[in-house]
């Protein structure tokens, strides 16, 4: 049974600082991991999303990485901004078609 | 409206009242997916529809509902609920369900059963 795990669980940081968010996952097969972005009492947004076959994928100051073999993700955040305060979910499908498992998120506060 | 709306954005209900969520996305896909997220547990998915017929149901009590009238509505009927259903319900869609699609999500309904 797939289970996915993030540590931190929260995490605050000062403008400026480089951080990394950590996501594990116990059942290496997965076809992708998607990273996404929920502010308080709202939806979720997806950030990234890496296929099995990649190692990483960037966008703006985002950046996350995959390895599949040891069952570990990371986001990337440059230069963390105010803006950037959110908790960070991460999610793998299982072996099913539709059901992504999720993990409980990263609480992020980026302090001005 | 672009994305995935969801109203109400806040509910507040009795064990004994009837309500429904109701979910619409703009996008063209055709998968529709009910979440639940309660405080410190990861998101749940409850009900999956992939151009409209219902493909999973992830084992969720019969006083939840779903309804897809079509690929671009979804709604969650309520009734007789209990306190611990207070949670935030999300909607999300995707292009057909498949696990390469990226799912986008509705801003939620919280709903607050007293």
């Known amino acids: 049974k797939q289970e996915v795990t993030q540590i931190p669980a929260a995490l605050s940081v000062p403008e400026g600082e480089n951080l990394v968010l950590n996501c594990s996952f116990t059942?290496?097969?997965?076809?992708?991991l998607q990273w996404f972005r929920q502010d308080p009492g709202k939806g979720l947004t997806s950030l990234l999303l890496?296929?099995?076959?990649?190692r990483e994928q960037t966008s703006g100051r985002l950046n996350a990485s995959l390895d599949k073999s040891s069952g570990r993700s990371t986001l990337y955040i440059a230069a963390s901004q105010p803006g950037d305060s959110a908790t960070y979910l991460c999610?793998?499908?299982?072996?099913?078609?539709?059901?992504?498992?999720f993990g409980t998120g990263t609480r992020l506060k980026v302090l001005a | 409206e672009t994305g995935v709306t969801q109203t109400p954005r806040h509910l507040v209900m009795g064990m004994t009242n009837k309500k429904s969520l109701k979910c619409e996305q703009h996008?063209?896909?055709?998968?529709m997916y009910w979440y639940k997220q309660s405080a410190k547990k990861p998101l749940e998915l409850m009900f999956v529809?992939?151009?409209?017929?219902?493909?999973e149901n992830n084992s969720v009590p019969s006083r939840f509902s779903p309804e897809c009238p079509n690929s671009s509505h979804l709604f969650l009927h309520l009734h007789t609920l209990q306190p611990e259903d207070s949670a935030l319900y999300l909607c999300?869609?995707?292009?057909?369900?498949?696990?390469?699609?990226?799912?986008?999500f509705g801003p939620g309904t919280r709903l607050t059963v007293l």
């Open positions: 529809y992939n151009f409209k017929e219902q493909t």
């Open positions: 999300a869609s995707s292009q057909s369900g498949g696990r390469t699609d990226t799912r986008y």
């Open positions: 059942d290496s097969a997965i076809y992708n």
């Open positions: 999610a793998v499908p299982t072996s099913g078609t539709y059901k992504y498992i």
């Open positions: 996008l063209g896909h055709n998968a």
């Open positions: 890496i296929q099995s076959s990649q």
